[in-house]
């Protein structure tokens, strides 16, 4: 679904993705873990066609898209929902999720408005009930679910999450773990950029591992999770004193 | 049949995707963690972030069997050695040992690639696994071993050595399926000849058989002696073990698990990569090797890769039965001659056994070379003329097909010293 060879992007002078080719299979859920400033988010910036790639090659459903603009990636399927979740917060909760199926506008699809809200309203029933309300007012779970539900409506195959777990009480993380979860059964499929690697490696299927810019590790999420190096540095084993014991 | 039908029937662009995400990660991977290889990367000014497909692999340097010895015995490791759960030595068939670690995951990949390679050559966890490989620092034993465990089989750990012991409890525990150097498999079968006991009484069906290069009439003659399906398998403990590559039932090329090694066969020479399907040095990179990862390994075993898919479904790419050793590459009179093309030959030829020797020597500068055969006993107590005329019989067609003359010695049977490991073939007394 998602072949990415070689990427390299920045800011200005600053190099941040030196060398990084991975994938994304139909039906996955995969996780790229790493420390802060290691390039996650700039990978995922770039695949959305924020950043422009600098060399290499992103392509998703057989088409090139390193160089498209935004909105035609997010026409092509593939949906960020972005670090920090920045909803519109002076604007309603269905308002926010509207702007969200702006591409349906674009393929002259909006008659699927309706249905589109619905499911996203089944997958969140507490956004049904906070429909007129404006996004600022919500809980930090809360505009996470919008965040997603508005990623949703523009009926994406590819979903990119950018840190959805940061900054939220640790049994909301359980939910938003469960609702990634639930979006693959559904038949979705799942690119999840995450500091909480060992959250984020339990519902995926494969893991990559990101340091300043490379990919040091891959394989399967099992692996990951019983790899030393990513217990000590990811998922805060101290091994040594572990073995002193 | 296979044991991982997604990774061995993985269409091969896909495949090409996944090895270079491994490749880069490896390469990562090594530079950071492998003072060895930075240290060669960085003096030869190579940037491993130039490293951008699977043919920019050609701009890296080699690993030799010395660069190992070099750094004996964790100067290659890339991980600390508390995170190593296991620790191999090379076999040292032709020198010092060399040692390889393994992590707690290379245990586990380990043991799916040479499961793979036993569902391959026909074996389930019904059959009763008779593994006469040494057990000890030597991979053979233990990497069967556990991947033999990881598809189910009942295994017999009964390691090498003691043949009388291995026919006895091959017939009383019902053995199915015997692992061992293909010349033990033969020793085996002879003694099981001599001792008079009839194939039917035993319940053999499958040999997988390696360690050693052996050629296409031995295994005719391992099926037809033990009434088995007889599969190559292949594998080196600088790189992993057993479980490299292996022979399915088609039993036409050994399916290399391409996924995790990236092969190349180049010209043991001039170093550049022969042209596809030309013989050839192997050469191997490691993919997702934790402990101790190899890159561009000279394995100095010969062989080809063979592009065309296989009945069997497997979209791994399959490597010619391995054809000798660069190291046993002989030259004589400036021809390169290999031990496999004289076995080749023996084996052909009516009234020789399965067992012979070359010895190399000097007379004055001109090489000498004497292949020793083991004739079948009746030709002995013949008239001279036959044994003459055995012996020009082999001499010809040795000329014929090594391009040199060589002398031809007929020896008794079993005068020549049986290995229960792997053979010796050949005995160089030049000094140079």
């Given at each position: 679904?998602?072949?990415?060879?070689?990427?390299?992007?920045?800011?200005?002078?600053?190099?941040?993705?030196?060398?990084?080719?991975?994938?994304?299979?139909?039906?996955?859920?995969?996780?790229?873990?790493?420390?802060?400033?290691?390039?996650?988010?700039?990978?995922?910036?770039?695949?959305s066609?924020?950043?422009?790639?600098?060399?290499?090659?992103?392509?998703?459903?057989?088409?090139?898209?390193?160089?498209?603009?935004a909105e035609?990636v997010v026409l092509l399927g593939c949906s960020l929902v972005p670090?920090?979740r920045q909803v519109f917060?002076?604007m309603t909760v269905k308002e926010n999720l509207i702007l969200g199926a702006y591409v349906q506008y674009r393929r002259n699809k909006k008659d699927l408005l309706p249905a589109g809200l619905a499911k996203v309203y089944g997958l969140f029933?507490?956004l049904k009930?906070r429909e007129?309300?404006?996004a600022?007012?919500?809980?930090?779970?809360?505009q996470q679910m919008l965040a997603i539900g508005r990623a949703l409506m523009g009926e994406p195959r590819l979903i990119m999450m950018?840190?959805?777990?940061?900054?939220?009480?640790?049994?909301?993380?359980?939910?938003?773990?469960?609702i990634?979860?639930?979006l693959?059964?559904e038949?979705n499929?799942v690119?999840?950029?995450?500091?909480?690697?060992?959250?984020?490696?339990?519902?995926?299927?494969?893991?990559?591992?990101?340091?300043?810019?490379?990919?040091?590790?891959?394989?399967?999420?099992?692996?990951?999770?019983?790899?030393?190096?990513?217990?000590?540095?990811?998922?805060?084993?101290?091994?040594?004193?572990?073995?002193?014991? | 049949?296979?044991?991982?039908?997604?990774?061995?029937?993985?269409?091969?662009?896909?495949?090409?995707?996944?090895?270079?995400?491994?490749?880069?990660?490896?390469?990562?991977?090594?530079?950071?963690?492998?003072?060895?290889?930075?240290?060669?990367?960085?003096?030869?000014?190579?940037?491993?972030?130039?490293?951008?497909?699977?043919?920019?692999?050609?701009?890296?340097?080699?690993?030799?069997?010395?660069?190992?010895?070099?750094?004996?015995?964790?100067?290659?490791?890339?991980?600390?050695?508390?995170?190593?759960?296991?620790?191999?030595?090379?076999?040292?068939?032709?020198?010092?040992?060399?040692?390889?670690?393994?992590?707690?995951?290379?245990?586990?990949?380990?043991?799916?690639?040479?499961?793979?390679?036993?569902?391959?050559?026909?074996?389930?966890?019904?059959?009763?696994?008779?593994?006469?490989?040494?057990?000890?620092?030597?991979?053979?034993?233990?990497?069967?071993?556990?991947?033999?465990?990881?598809?189910?089989?009942?295994?017999?750990?009964?390691?090498?050595?003691?043949?009388?012991?291995?026919?006895?409890?091959?017939?009383?525990?019902?053995?199915?399926?015997?692992?061992?150097?293909?010349?033990?498999?033969?020793?085996?079968?002879?003694?099981?000849?001599?001792?008079?006991?009839?194939?039917?009484?035993?319940?053999?069906?499958?040999?997988?058989?390696?360690?050693?290069?052996?050629?296409?009439?031995?295994?005719?003659?391992?099926?037809?002696?033990?009434?088995?399906?007889?599969?190559?398998?292949?594998?080196?403990?600088?790189?992993?073990?057993?479980?490299?590559?292996?022979?399915?039932?088609?039993?036409?090329?050994?399916?290399?698990?391409?996924?995790?090694?990236?092969?190349?066969?180049?010209?043991?020479?001039?170093?550049?990569?022969?042209?596809?399907?030309?013989?050839?040095?192997?050469?191997?990179?490691?993919?997702?090797?934790?402990?101790?990862?190899?890159?561009?390994?000279?394995?100095?075993?010969?062989?080809?890769?063979?592009?065309?898919?296989?009945?069997?479904?497997?979209?791994?790419?399959?490597?010619?039965?391995?054809?000798?050793?660069?190291?046993?590459?002989?030259?004589?009179?400036?021809?390169?001659?290999?031990?496999?093309?004289?076995?080749?030959?023996?084996?052909?030829?009516?009234?020789?056994?399965?067992?012979?020797?070359?010895?190399?020597?000097?007379?004055?500068?001109?090489?000498?070379?004497?292949?020793?055969?083991?004739?079948?006993?009746?030709?002995?107590?013949?008239?001279?003329?036959?044994?003459?005329?055995?012996?020009?019989?082999?001499?010809?067609?040795?000329?014929?097909?090594?391009?040199?003359?060589?002398?031809?010695?007929?020896?008794?049977?079993?005068?020549?010293?049986?290995?229960?490991?792997?053979?010796?073939?050949?005995?160089?007394?030049?000094?140079?």
């Amino acid at each position: 679904m998602l072949k990415i060879r070689n990427l390299e992007a920045g800011y200005g002078k600053l190099k941040v993705l030196r060398r990084v080719s991975m994938h994304v299979a139909p039906g996955e859920i995969v996780t790229i873990i790493g420390a802060n400033g290691a390039g996650k988010t700039t990978l995922l910036n770039t695949i959305s066609g924020l950043i422009r790639a600098r060399a290499g090659e992103i392509v998703f459903d057989g088409k090139e898209v390193g160089r498209m603009p935004a909105e035609k990636v997010v026409l092509l399927g593939c949906s960020l929902v972005p670090e920090g979740r920045q909803v519109f917060s002076s604007m309603t909760v269905k308002e926010n999720l509207i702007l969200g199926a702006y591409v349906q506008y674009r393929r002259n699809k909006k008659d699927l408005l309706p249905a589109g809200l619905a499911k996203v309203y089944g997958l969140f029933p507490v956004l049904k009930d906070r429909e007129r309300q404006l996004a600022g007012t919500l809980s930090g779970g809360e505009q996470q679910m919008l965040a997603i539900g508005r990623a949703l409506m523009g009926e994406p195959r590819l979903i990119m999450m950018d840190e959805p777990s940061m900054g939220l009480a640790p049994l909301i993380v359980k939910d938003i773990f469960a609702i990634v979860r639930r979006l693959r059964e559904e038949g979705n499929t799942v690119l999840l950029v995450e500091q909480n690697a060992k959250a984020a490696l339990r519902i995926a299927d494969r893991g990559y591992v990101i340091e300043t810019g490379r990919i040091i590790l891959q394989g399967t999420a099992e692996d990951m999770l019983a790899n030393k190096d990513v217990q000590r540095a990811y998922l805060g084993r101290d091994l040594d004193a572990e073995t002193m014991v | 049949m296979y044991w991982e039908p997604e990774n061995e029937t993985m269409k091969r662009d896909e495949r090409e995707q996944l090895q270079l995400e491994r490749l880069e990660a490896t390469l990562n991977r090594v530079h950071m963690n492998v003072p060895f290889y930075r240290k060669k990367f960085d003096s030869l000014g190579i940037d491993t972030d130039d490293i951008r497909s699977l043919d920019d692999i050609r701009k890296l340097p080699f690993t030799t069997k010395n660069d190992l010895r070099d750094n004996y015995p964790y100067g290659l490791f890339a991980v600390p050695l508390r995170e190593v759960v296991r620790i191999h030595a090379s076999s040292g068939t032709t020198g010092m040992s060399t040692v390889v670690g393994y992590t707690k995951n290379d245990i586990k990949t380990w043991s799916n690639l040479v499961a793979r390679i036993l569902t391959a050559a026909g074996i389930t966890k019904d059959d009763v696994i008779q593994i006469a490989f040494g057990y000890g620092l030597f991979t053979g034993g233990f990497g069967l071993h556990y991947g033999a465990e990881r598809i189910g089989a009942s295994v017999i750990p009964i390691s090498s050595g003691n043949t009388a012991r291995q026919i006895k409890i091959m017939q009383d525990f019902r053995t199915t399926a015997l692992i061992c150097t293909p010349s033990y498999a033969l020793l085996i079968a002879d003694t099981i000849a001599e001792m008079g006991i009839g194939i039917n009484s035993f319940s053999l069906k499958y040999g997988l058989f390696g360690a050693e290069p052996w050629s296409e009439a031995m295994r005719k003659e391992i099926q037809d002696k033990l009434k088995i399906v007889a599969t190559d398998n292949y594998g080196l403990s600088e790189v992993m073990g057993p479980g490299v590559a292996g022979e399915c039932t088609e039993r036409n090329g050994l399916h290399i698990n391409e996924d995790h090694f990236l092969v190349e066969v180049i010209n043991p020479e001039t170093l550049e990569a022969v042209a596809p399907g030309e013989v050839g040095e192997l050469v191997i990179t490691t993919l997702t090797k934790e402990a101790f990862p190899v890159i561009r390994f000279r394995t100095r075993d010969l062989t080809r890769l063979i592009p065309e898919p296989c009945p069997c479904g497997r979209t791994l790419r399959r490597m010619h039965r391995v054809m000798g050793r660069t190291d046993d590459m002989l030259i004589i009179k400036g021809v390169n001659v290999f031990p496999s093309q004289i076995e080749h030959v023996l084996f052909d030829i009516e009234g020789t056994e399965p067992h012979y020797q070359i010895i190399v020597d000097r007379k004055g500068a001109m090489d000498d070379v004497t292949v020793k055969v083991e004739v079948s006993e009746p030709i002995f107590f013949d008239e001279m003329k036959k044994q003459n005329e055995l012996v020009d019989l082999i001499k010809r067609r040795l000329a014929s097909e090594l391009g040199i003359g060589v002398g031809v010695k007929l020896v008794e049977k079993k005068s020549i010293e049986r290995s229960e490991g792997k053979a010796k073939r050949v005995i160089d007394l030049r000094k140079i």
